[in-house]
Nanobody
Framework: QVQLVESGGGLVQAGGSLRLSCAAS????????MDWYRQAPGKLREWVAV???????NYADSVKGRFTISRDNAKNTVYLQMNSLKPEDTAVYYC??????????WGQGTQVTVSS
């Protein structure tokens, strides 16, 4: 079964760091882009970052300069390095490929909680 599994979340103090991983059950080499999203309690899911197959990246303004997205095609894994975390970064984080692609469905996500 094709799936994405997010991990690496946890509880961290404000100013701390976490690295999230998104492990794909198959090759991501030909996936044009992979995104990270997040959903805070009581809020809509929001886009966080994207990495394209050529390595180009883009970030939401709220995380620019603090978060870094990367991909390791050999390990079929996408990462999200999160530094200088803030309480408002608290959310469940999800990765996803393009809608309609083999990795276009939502996974279980990983919880990130930032204490003040």
């Amino acid at each position: 079964q094709v799936q994405l599994v997010e991990s690496g979340g946890g509880l961290v103090q404000a100013g701390g760091s976490l690295r999230l991983s998104c492990a794909a059950s198959g090759s991501i080499f030909n996936i044009n882009y992979m995104d990270w999203y997040r959903q805070a309690p009581g809020k809509l899911r929001e886009w966080v970052a994207v990495i394209r197959s050529n390595g180009d990246t883009n970030y939401a303004d709220s995380v620019k300069g603090r978060f870094t997205i990367s991909r390791d095609n050999a390990k079929n894994t996408v990462y999200l390095q999160m530094n200088s975390l803030k309480p408002e970064d608290t959310a469940v984080y999800y990765c996803k490929g393009p809608t309609g692609s083999v990795f276009g469905s939502w996974g279980q996500g990983t919880q990130v909680t930032v204490s003040s």
